[in-house]
Protein backbone atom coordinates (compact mmCIF):
# COMPACT_ATOMS: atom_id res chain seq x y z
CA UNK A 1 0.00 0.00 0.00
CA UNK A 2 1.50 3.44 -1.09
CA UNK A 3 0.79 6.72 0.39
CA UNK A 4 2.61 8.33 -2.38
CA UNK A 5 -0.76 8.41 -4.38
CA UNK A 6 -0.59 11.37 -6.63
CA UNK A 7 -4.51 12.03 -5.85
CA UNK A 8 -4.09 12.50 -2.21
CA UNK A 9 -3.73 15.75 -1.06
CA UNK A 10 -2.19 18.77 -2.39
CA UNK A 11 0.93 20.01 -1.38
CA UNK A 12 0.75 23.25 0.46
CA UNK A 13 2.52 24.95 -2.52
CA UNK A 14 -0.01 23.60 -5.13
CA UNK A 15 -2.77 24.20 -3.17
CA UNK A 16 -1.91 27.73 -2.24
CA UNK A 17 -1.48 28.66 -5.70
CA UNK A 18 -5.11 27.54 -6.43
CA UNK A 19 -6.51 29.78 -3.65
CA UNK A 20 -4.78 32.93 -5.48
CA UNK A 21 -7.89 32.54 -7.62
CA UNK A 22 -10.69 33.01 -5.76
CA UNK A 23 -13.12 31.54 -7.71
CA UNK A 24 -11.61 27.74 -7.24
CA UNK A 25 -14.09 26.45 -5.00
CA UNK A 26 -12.36 22.98 -4.96
CA UNK A 27 -9.37 24.49 -3.47
CA UNK A 28 -10.92 26.33 -1.15
CA UNK A 29 -13.01 23.46 0.21
CA UNK A 30 -10.24 21.27 0.39
CA UNK A 31 -8.38 24.33 2.53
CA UNK A 32 -11.78 24.50 4.65
CA UNK A 33 -12.31 20.94 5.22
CA UNK A 34 -7.97 20.64 5.91
CA UNK A 35 -7.85 23.36 8.42
CA UNK A 36 -11.64 24.12 10.22
CA UNK A 37 -11.61 21.66 12.45
CA UNK A 38 -7.73 22.61 13.75
CA UNK A 39 -8.32 26.22 13.87
CA UNK A 40 -12.11 26.29 15.76
CA UNK A 41 -10.53 23.69 18.80
CA UNK A 42 -7.01 26.24 18.59
CA UNK A 43 -10.07 29.09 19.32
CA UNK A 44 -11.92 27.12 21.97
CA UNK A 45 -8.34 26.51 23.57
CA UNK A 46 -8.59 30.37 24.20
CA UNK A 47 -12.04 30.05 26.48
CA UNK A 48 -13.91 31.42 23.07
CA UNK A 49 -17.51 30.48 22.54
CA UNK A 50 -18.37 28.04 19.74
CA UNK A 51 -20.21 30.72 18.12
CA UNK A 52 -17.13 33.12 18.64
CA UNK A 53 -14.60 30.39 17.19
CA UNK A 54 -16.86 29.48 13.94
CA UNK A 55 -16.48 33.33 13.53
CA UNK A 56 -12.58 32.67 13.82
CA UNK A 57 -12.84 30.10 11.47
CA UNK A 58 -14.63 32.75 9.11
CA UNK A 59 -12.63 35.22 9.78
CA UNK A 60 -9.66 33.55 9.13
CA UNK A 61 -10.32 32.34 6.05
CA UNK A 62 -11.07 35.75 4.97
CA UNK A 63 -7.75 37.18 5.98
CA UNK A 64 -5.74 34.33 4.05
CA UNK A 65 -8.02 35.06 1.24
CA UNK A 66 -6.80 38.84 1.64
CA UNK A 67 -3.25 38.09 2.24
CA UNK A 68 -2.34 34.89 -0.49
CA UNK A 69 -1.47 37.29 -3.12
CA UNK A 70 1.38 38.61 -0.84
CA UNK A 71 2.15 35.49 0.81
CA UNK A 72 5.29 33.58 -1.14
CA UNK A 73 5.75 29.92 -0.01
CA UNK A 74 9.11 29.50 1.68
CA UNK A 75 9.14 26.76 4.94
CA UNK A 76 12.75 27.64 5.75
CA UNK A 77 11.92 31.50 6.02
CA UNK A 78 8.04 31.02 7.24
CA UNK A 79 6.22 27.92 7.18
CA UNK A 80 3.19 27.61 6.25
CA UNK A 81 1.98 26.69 9.80
CA UNK A 82 3.46 29.81 11.43
CA UNK A 83 1.99 31.96 9.01
CA UNK A 84 -1.20 30.52 9.61
CA UNK A 85 -1.15 30.43 13.34
CA UNK A 86 -0.41 34.43 13.11
CA UNK A 87 -3.69 35.31 10.89
CA UNK A 88 -5.39 32.71 13.51
CA UNK A 89 -4.57 34.41 16.74
CA UNK A 90 -5.31 38.17 15.85
CA UNK A 91 -8.54 36.32 14.79
CA UNK A 92 -8.82 34.56 17.90
CA UNK A 93 -7.85 38.51 20.17
CA UNK A 94 -10.41 40.18 17.73
CA UNK A 95 -12.83 38.21 19.37
CA UNK A 96 -11.17 38.82 22.94
CA UNK A 97 -11.30 42.23 22.45
CA UNK A 98 -15.28 42.73 21.47
CA UNK A 99 -15.86 41.93 24.87
CA UNK A 100 -14.32 44.60 26.02
CA UNK A 101 -16.31 47.79 27.27
CA UNK A 102 -16.01 50.67 24.34
CA UNK A 103 -13.64 52.96 27.06
CA UNK A 104 -10.70 49.80 27.65
CA UNK A 105 -10.81 48.68 24.33
CA UNK A 106 -7.55 47.49 22.93
CA UNK A 107 -6.42 49.19 19.30
CA UNK A 108 -3.55 47.53 17.55
CA UNK A 109 -0.62 49.82 17.03
CA UNK A 110 -0.06 52.15 14.23
CA UNK A 111 1.30 50.28 11.19
CA UNK A 112 0.31 46.87 12.53
CA UNK A 113 -0.70 44.65 10.11
CA UNK A 114 -1.67 40.42 9.62
CA UNK A 115 1.50 40.52 7.66
CA UNK A 116 3.58 41.42 10.89
CA UNK A 117 4.83 38.73 12.97
CA UNK A 118 2.71 37.80 15.61
CA UNK A 119 4.87 36.29 17.89
CA UNK A 120 7.43 39.11 17.27
CA UNK A 121 4.59 41.22 19.34
CA UNK A 122 3.92 39.05 21.98
CA UNK A 123 5.76 38.92 25.87
CA UNK A 124 8.21 35.94 25.74
CA UNK A 125 5.96 33.87 28.08
CA UNK A 126 3.13 34.61 26.76
CA UNK A 127 4.60 33.75 22.91
CA UNK A 128 6.02 30.59 24.02
CA UNK A 129 2.03 29.62 25.93
CA UNK A 130 0.41 30.43 22.30
CA UNK A 131 3.03 28.81 20.13
CA UNK A 132 3.06 25.60 22.24
CA UNK A 133 -0.29 25.24 22.46
CA UNK A 134 -0.67 25.78 18.44
CA UNK A 135 1.83 22.98 18.14
CA UNK A 136 0.09 20.79 20.18
CA UNK A 137 -3.29 21.49 18.37
CA UNK A 138 -1.71 20.94 15.05
CA UNK A 139 0.16 18.00 15.99
CA UNK A 140 -3.19 16.52 17.22
CA UNK A 141 -5.16 17.44 14.17
CA UNK A 142 -2.30 16.07 11.94
CA UNK A 143 -2.94 12.53 13.47
CA UNK A 144 -6.25 12.60 13.28
CA UNK A 145 -6.63 13.38 10.12
CA UNK A 146 -3.46 10.59 9.06
CA UNK A 147 -5.65 8.33 11.10
CA UNK A 148 -8.90 8.85 8.60
CA UNK A 149 -6.92 8.71 6.10
CA UNK A 150 -5.66 5.61 6.80
CA UNK A 151 -9.08 4.07 7.54
CA UNK A 152 -10.20 4.65 3.88
CA UNK A 153 -7.18 2.88 2.76
CA UNK A 154 -7.56 -0.63 4.81
CA UNK A 155 -10.38 -3.15 5.35
CA UNK A 156 -12.61 -2.12 7.87
CA UNK A 157 -12.09 -5.15 9.92
CA UNK A 158 -8.57 -4.80 9.37
CA UNK A 159 -8.93 -1.02 10.50
CA UNK A 160 -11.43 -2.03 13.24
CA UNK A 161 -8.32 -4.51 14.98
CA UNK A 162 -5.57 -2.21 14.95
CA UNK A 163 -8.06 0.96 16.55
CA UNK A 164 -9.34 -2.02 19.48
CA UNK A 165 -5.78 -3.07 19.92
CA UNK A 166 -4.21 0.17 19.53
CA UNK A 167 -6.47 3.11 20.55
CA UNK A 168 -9.25 1.32 22.17
CA UNK A 169 -7.35 -0.68 25.07
CA UNK A 170 -8.52 -4.03 24.39
CA UNK A 171 -6.14 -6.90 24.86
CA UNK A 172 -4.93 -9.16 21.72
CA UNK A 173 -6.73 -11.92 23.14
CA UNK A 174 -10.30 -9.82 23.74
CA UNK A 175 -9.54 -8.49 19.73
CA UNK A 176 -9.35 -11.78 18.58
CA UNK A 177 -12.30 -13.73 20.46
CA UNK A 178 -14.32 -10.46 19.65
CA UNK A 179 -14.06 -10.54 15.99
CA UNK A 180 -13.05 -14.18 14.80
CA UNK A 181 -9.45 -13.91 13.82
CA UNK A 182 -6.31 -15.12 15.08
CA UNK A 183 -4.08 -13.66 17.48
CA UNK A 184 -1.38 -13.73 15.19
CA UNK A 185 -3.13 -11.72 12.97
CA UNK A 186 -3.91 -9.10 15.73
CA UNK A 187 -0.31 -9.12 16.75
CA UNK A 188 0.49 -8.60 12.65
CA UNK A 189 -2.16 -6.18 11.71
CA UNK A 190 -1.16 -3.58 14.61
CA UNK A 191 2.71 -3.44 13.65
CA UNK A 192 1.76 -3.58 10.08
CA UNK A 193 -0.84 0.07 10.27
CA UNK A 194 1.21 1.66 13.19
CA UNK A 195 4.23 1.74 10.46
CA UNK A 196 1.33 2.96 8.03
CA UNK A 197 0.29 5.43 10.20
CA UNK A 198 3.54 6.80 10.91
CA UNK A 199 4.32 7.03 7.49
CA UNK A 200 0.80 9.01 6.27
CA UNK A 201 1.75 11.30 9.72
CA UNK A 202 4.93 12.18 7.90
CA UNK A 203 3.76 12.63 4.63
CA UNK A 204 1.46 15.40 6.11
CA UNK A 205 4.10 16.84 7.91
CA UNK A 206 6.31 17.60 5.25
CA UNK A 207 2.98 18.77 2.88
CA UNK A 208 1.74 20.86 5.76
CA UNK A 209 4.86 22.92 7.01
Known amino acids: MDFRNPDSLATRASLLERLKDLDDQGG ?10 LIFSFAL ?3 LTPIEAEEVVQETVITVARNLP ?4 QPDQCSFKTWLFNL ?10 KRRPENTSIHRPPGDTDRTSTIERLPSP ?3 RWTALWEAEWKQ ?10 KT ?3 GKTFQIFDLYGFQGWS ?24 LLKKEIQRLQREQE
Not at 28 to 37: D, G, L, P
Not at 70 to 73: I, K, P, Q, W
Not at 172 to 195: D, I
Request: charged content about 35%; overall charge positive.
Open 28 to 37: WQEFYSTYRK
Open 45 to 47: KHD
Open 70 to 73: EFRY
Open 88 to 97: TRWRIQDQLR
Open 126 to 128: EAE
Open 141 to 150: DLFARALEHL
Open 153 to 155: LVP
Open 172 to 195: AREVARSLGVSLTRVYVTKHRLAA
